[in-house]
């Protein structure tokens, strides 16, 4: 996807990293100097103010104040100091190394001159400045000035230290900054790599509902709105399936509605025609069976039988043929509704094609379904199932062994530009071109003795016909080489 949420989330969650580090690195640089060199002015401060206090109180000289307290005020600000009296005399040098800052801040009490440097703060009492140590080239901050009780006081503390530490500190930030930047970015990609997931699955999923494909569910598990949004979708898919599935029977149901004023005559006269046409020979032969019956003139017990079993022969004729007639009436005038649905073709052929592999081995008839499933389509499914065993029935009933050597019934599923067509094909003799218009007409029959052989009735193509004019589909035969093929198209789900 061309603007992954993924990507983008990690970019702006990697962005915000180096962002921050960023910033805290230039604060460093422009500021972390300035704090420093703050803190020191106000050690040197609080420490004048103690030797200060202790000067009047006269505690100044005794080993509790300069062995303990400022031992350790100067120790822990790496402060050195120098007190002289009124007379030039040394009252006391104290620091990390007595004996060398005495030197020097004697020299630098009485010899530098600090006109050269940089004046930090400055009262009545003191002065603060930055100056250069000539003979170390070290700069130091200093605090010089008076007591209250009179006596000179020199305090200092360097800052080359400050500025090494400030320098490291800032490379140090850069390298570890780098670093977790770096480490972040990895740790991030794969958080939003997690967190995406489930909304990369609603967006599979969604693109497939709106393709109409309801079979995609989303299964997350969570309790945030991701999850919530999951439950929606799927929710709504299921809604959508029942309404799209309502609103084809609604439209199949209102173009049958339309079709059927105009056809429902002509069907009540074509049907009381065929009707009568039809049971008249059945009646016939009954009748006069029955009457030879009846008059006694058969003797012979096996010639009593055998009119009992044509009786009974032609009654079961008639009484198939009556549902068949009373179930394409229900077709014909619209009395048997249609109702849309989705299922898989591939399944119910297959389960049909498993009952009745008995019928096959019957008539020693090899049967192939080369299909993979699932195919969807959308159709009246019970109805469907109708149309395909009257096809195999009549491929059953016509089969004949091929060049091959073989009886073969072969059953495709062979997608059609958003339809799906199911072929059902025997050998055997092709149908005349001329009889091809008229397969779908009751009653009609190609091989009348063929057909009573094995009990056509001559209504099972004409089901195949009202039913799928009833869901407005097509269907049709064509002859091949070596056989026949029936066919019927089905809107692909």
Request: charged residues 25%; proline residues 2%; hydrophobic residues 40%.
């Amino acid at each position: 996807m061309k603007h992954s949420i993924r990507n983008q989330f990690a970019v702006i969650f990697i962005g915000m990293m180096a962002a921050t580090v960023g910033l805290c690195w230039l604060l460093n640089i422009l500021f972390l100097e300035s704090y420093y060199t703050e803190k020191k002015e106000k050690a040197l401060l609080e420490v004048y103010g103690i030797i200060n206090q202790a000067a009047i109180e006269g505690t100044f000289e005794t080993d509790d104040f300069f062995g303990v307290t400022l031992s350790n005020l100067c120790g822990r600000y790496n402060i050195d100091g120098l007190v002289v009296d009124t007379k030039s005399q040394e009252i006391k040098a104290f620091g990390r190394n007595q004996e060398q800052s005495k030197f020097q801040l004697w020299d630098n009490l009485f010899f530098l001159d600090r006109q050269q440097g940089k004046y930090m703060q400055e009262t009545k009492q003191y002065k603060m400045t930055i100056v250069m140590d000539k003979r170390t080239g070290t700069e130091y901050l200093e605090l010089w000035g008076n007591l209250d009780s009179g006596d000179v006081f020199l305090l200092r503390t360097p800052l080359e230290g400050i500025r090494d530490s400030v320098k490291i500190s800032n490379q140090f930030l850069a390298y570890i900054g780098t670093f977790a930047t770096l480490s972040s970015g990895v740790v991030i990609w794969f958080l939003t790599k997690k967190y995406t997931k489930p909304i990369m699955e609603l967006v599979k999923i969604s693109e497939k509902v709106a393709n109409l494909d309801f079979d995609v569910k989303y299964q997350g598990k969570t309790d945030n709105e991701i999850g919530v949004l999951g439950e929606n979708i799927n929710h709504m898919s299921s809604e959508l399936e029942k309404t799209i599935s309502e609103l084809k029977t609604a439209n199949n149901e209102l173009i049958r509605d339309i079709e059927k004023k105009t056809q429902m005559e002509t069907m009540r006269t074509e049907f009381l025609s065929n009707v009568s046409h039809e049971l008249k020979t059945p009646i016939a032969l009954i009748q006069g069976y029955a009457e030879g019956l009846k008059d006694g003139i058969l003797e012979d017990e096996e010639e009593r039988e055998f009119y009992c079993n044509v009786i009974v022969d032609e009654a079961q004729k008639m009484n198939e043929m009556v549902k068949k007639l009373l179930n394409l009436n229900q077709l014909e005038f619209g009395n048997d509704p249609v109702t849309m649905e989705r299922f898989d073709l591939y399944a119910l052929i297959r389960n049909y094609l498993q009952s009745a592999e008995i019928l096959a081995r019957q008539n020693d008839a090899q049967v192939e379904f080369t299909a993979s499933g699932p195919v969807y389509v959308w159709a009246d499914e019970f109805k469907i199932e109708e149309v395909f065993a009257n096809y195999y029935t009549n491929a059953l009933n016509h089969v004949e062994t091929g060049k091959e050597g073989k009886k073969r019934i072969q059953i495709t599923l062979e997608p059609r530009q958003g339809m799906v067509r199911v072929g059902v094909y025997n050998t055997g003799n092709r149908i005349p071109e001329d009889s091809i218009p008229r397969l779908w007409d009751k009653f009609y029959k190609v091989d009348k003795a063929r057909t009573r052989a094995y009990g056509g009735s001559g209504v099972g193509l004409s089901i195949v016909r009202a039913i799928m004019e009833s869901m407005n589909r097509k269907y049709g035969v064509e002859n091949q080489e070596e056989g026949v093929l029936f066919w019927f198209e089905l809107e692909q789900g």
